[in-house]
């Protein structure tokens, strides 16, 4: 009896030991008839060469990374499809007969979920909190699609080199500022869409959200990519203010959904793998 999978896939990160995309990914492949098999793959930031490197006498078709190895990952890799050059992160990688190409499927998940929600971009206006690997993709997707684009971080000069790089295309329609409680009140009394990129909201800094009750209206649409918790202290302050909320499983899914098309020229289903990830995540709660 058949027990070695025909090719293997994974997640590569760290930590990844409550990631849900196992569940989302496996419950794909036997849904499509697949004999392959996804497994994380706990890595710190020294061992991430060899682990890249294993991919092929592994037989490791795909993998997707996760953080702290987005931006690092590069270096180990073949050739770029041009939304990861652009964005300079990677979330997904396939190994084509030995040779390594690295995706960025959380720039094509992010406007997945905005068609999805019916969210068009176009002459909207858009404020980001963050600046870190995934805030890179859903900027340059906000961008693409002709929003406005004003981007709030700790760090200022991050905020301005993410809103310039990924945006000159949009002259005087983007803008980087530091994220300070002015900036925040001035920005978000004329924006449509919130976006919250940074891990404010879940792990050690659950319960909290950067964003005061009293600037949220109903008018809003507030996205959170935080998916542990489902429903962050933003979001529940969103949704009592009457505003329409999105948390980040939906995007999670739509880029692992992404992932899978690019690794196996299929389409994905995508409310499978949603509900899988549903389970996973109340599995991990208890």
């Excluded at 300070?180 to 891990?199: G, H, M, R």
């Amino acid at each position: 009896m058949k027990t070695i999978p025909d090719a293997l896939f994974g997640l590569i990160g760290f930590p990844v030991s409550h990631s849900v995309s196992p569940a989302m990914q496996n419950a794909a492949f036997k849904h499509c008839k697949l004999d392959y098999l996804y497994l994380t793959i706990a890595a710190k930031p020294e061992e991430l060469q060899n682990v890249i490197a294993s991919m092929g006498p592994l037989n490791i078709r795909g993998l997707n990374v996760t953080i702290p190895h987005k931006i690092e990952v590069i270096k180990y890799i073949d050739s770029l499809d041009p939304a990861a050059e652009k964005i300079g992160a990677v979330n997904t990688i396939v190994n084509e007969n030995g040779r390594l190409k690295g995706y960025n499927t959380d720039f094509g998940g992010f406007v997945r979920l905005l068609e999805h929600n019916r969210i068009a971009p176009a002459k909207q206006r858009f404020t980001l909190l963050g600046a870190g690997g995934s805030a890179h993709a859903i900027a340059l997707a906000v961008c693409n699609l002709g929003g406005h684009l004003t981007v709030l971080a700790r760090q200022e000069e991050k905020a301005k080199d993410l809103a310039g790089k990924m945006c000159l295309r949009l002259s005087g329609k983007t803008q980087g500022l530091e994220l300070n409680d002015t900036n925040l009140e001035e920005a978000l009394a004329d924006t449509d869409v919130i976006v919250n990129c940074t891990p404010v909201g879940m792990g050690n800094l659950a319960g909290q959200s950067l964003v005061p009750p009293r600037l949220l209206r109903p008018d809003l649409t507030v996205i959170d990519a935080i998916y542990n918790p489902c429903k962050t202290r933003l979001l529940e302050d969103a949704e009592k203010r009457g505003a329409r909320i999105i948390n980040g499983l939906e995007m999670l899914v739509w880029q692992g959904a992404m992932s899978f098309e690019i690794w196996t020229n299929q389409k994905a289903p995508f409310r499978l793998m949603m509900k899988e990830a549903e389970l996973a995540l109340d599995e991990n709660k208890k």
